[in-house]
């Protein structure tokens, strides 16, 4: 936490010898004017508008700055701004990122040569780097953003950010950089398969979002307080925080009789706690491991403790990656366990956002794209399309009758 020093403006202060007002920024003294007037204390104001506007760095000349300073300046001001409930953003690492590319090939570059070329160039190291198109797109317009940002700063000449502009993002089948792999829906089958390889949380986890359709951290940050149970019918979850809040977008999720069976259980825990804690879990996978044991403890295991700086505590919820990182686990033990038994089974691997894709196609089946829209709370139904896989068994049946 930043200490009351520096948070503390520069004052507005009398220069006994001229008479002027003056304020000193980052070591400079800038001569205001008369002393208590009002144009002085217009002047002050507009100076520290505009330090505290450039990050309390000082102003510096356009020709002088280096892409390492522009990158370091962008960065603090990315820090702070790409946060959620004080957590940083999937936007916050990908700048990271950015920033450090551009860093790599050209921290000594002074801002005001970078050009076309060289964007052209990173451009070019990201396709050959095994990236895919879409990713190597983003870190593209990521670096055209840090140039904006200097331009809005005035720190880079409007023209730099002009001509970055003019390169063009790589294009399907027209580079060397691999297309993304769609998301599909995930079977039934494979998820069950799965279910007994899992913590019981995140297995409970599983089935709620397969049934409601919603997106793996609206599941992770469900409370008690957040559910509205006064209808048996359904249940009613506004998320506290959720991916399109920032546009203004409100987000309701509508909980069924299947799911309220698997959530009810967790409801009994305090109103503003988190549902499912993997601390929770791990208590209870102990407890399971120590009624499995065979042999008695000895002495040195039964005075054993957990460790006290272990690197990384049960957190007090799930996490989205903590989710993913939980079902990849679980795929590796099943086929493990196929491997031992002699089974040549395998389970494809899959992640929790696909759980929102096979939600998705089963509505569409039964319902028509408009429920898909509405139960996955999508502004577009262009969306939506992306979502729900096509009912491809009914098309292969009206064509069996009229092809």
């Known amino acids: 936490m930043p200490n009351a020093t520096a948070l503390r403006l520069p004052t507005y202060r009398r220069h006994k010898p001229t008479g002027q007002a003056v304020v000193t920024l980052n070591g400079k003294d800038h001569y205001l004017g008369k002393w208590n007037s009002k144009p002085s204390r217009a ?7 505009e330090w505290l506007a450039a990050g309390r760095c000082p102003p510096k000349p356009q020709h002088d700055l280096t892409i390492a300073e522009l990158a370091l300046r962008y960065w603090r001001y990315a820090d702070a701004y790409y946060r959620k409930d004080g957590e940083p953003t999937g936007s916050h690492d990908r700048i990271k990122v950015t920033l450090r590319i551009l860093r790599q090939s050209y921290a000594h570059t002074l801002a005001a040569d970078f050009g076309p070329l060289a964007l052209q160039a990173i451009q070019g190291q990201l396709a050959a780097s095994g990236r895919c198109r879409r990713y190597c797109n983003y870190l593209i317009d990521t670096i ?6 200097g331009v809005a700063q005035q720190l880079v000449p409007e023209t730099v950010y002009r001509a970055l502009l003019a390169v063009p993002g ?5 580079t060397e950089a691999s297309e993304p792999a769609p998301v599909l829906p995930v079977d039934d089958d494979v998820i069950d398969a799965t279910l007994p390889y899992l913590p019981p949380i995140a297995a409970d986890m599983v089935r709620l979002q397969r049934l409601i359709g919603a997106r793996p951290a609206e599941v992770c940050i469900m409370r008690p307080c957040d559910i509205d149970t006064s209808s048996a019918a359904t249940w009613v979850y506004a998320p506290a925080s959720h991916k399109t809040d920032y546009h203004g977008h409100k987000r309701i999720i509508f909980i069924g009789p299947k799911a309220q069976d698997v959530l009810r259980k967790y409801l009994l825990r305090e109103k503003d706690a ?3 804690v993997p601390a929770q879990g791990e208590r209870k996978r102990n407890a399971q491991r120590r009624a499995d044991r065979h042999s008695p403890m000895t002495p040195s295991q039964a005075r054993r403790r957990a460790k006290r700086n272990r690197r990384r505590a049960p957190g007090d919820r799930y996490a989205p990656h903590s989710y993913y990182y939980a079902v990849r686990r679980a795929v590796e033990k099943a086929n493990k366990d196929h491997e031992r038994h002699g089974s040549a089974a395998r389970i494809p691997a899959w992640h929790p956002n696909q759980l929102r894709h096979s939600a998705a196609t089963e509505i569409r089946k039964h319902f028509g794209l408009e429920a898909v829209q509405a139960v996955l709370g999508h502004k577009n139904m262009i969306v939506s399309e992306v979502y729900a896989e096509k009912n491809l068994a009914l098309a292969a049946q009206v064509m069996q009758k009229i092809g």
């Open 274 to 276: 988190y549902c499912f």
């Open 170 to 174: 790589l294009r399907r089948g027209r």
């Open 144 to 149: 055209r953003r840090v140039f904006k940002w």
């Open 43 to 49: 002047e002050y104001d507009r100076l520290i508008g």
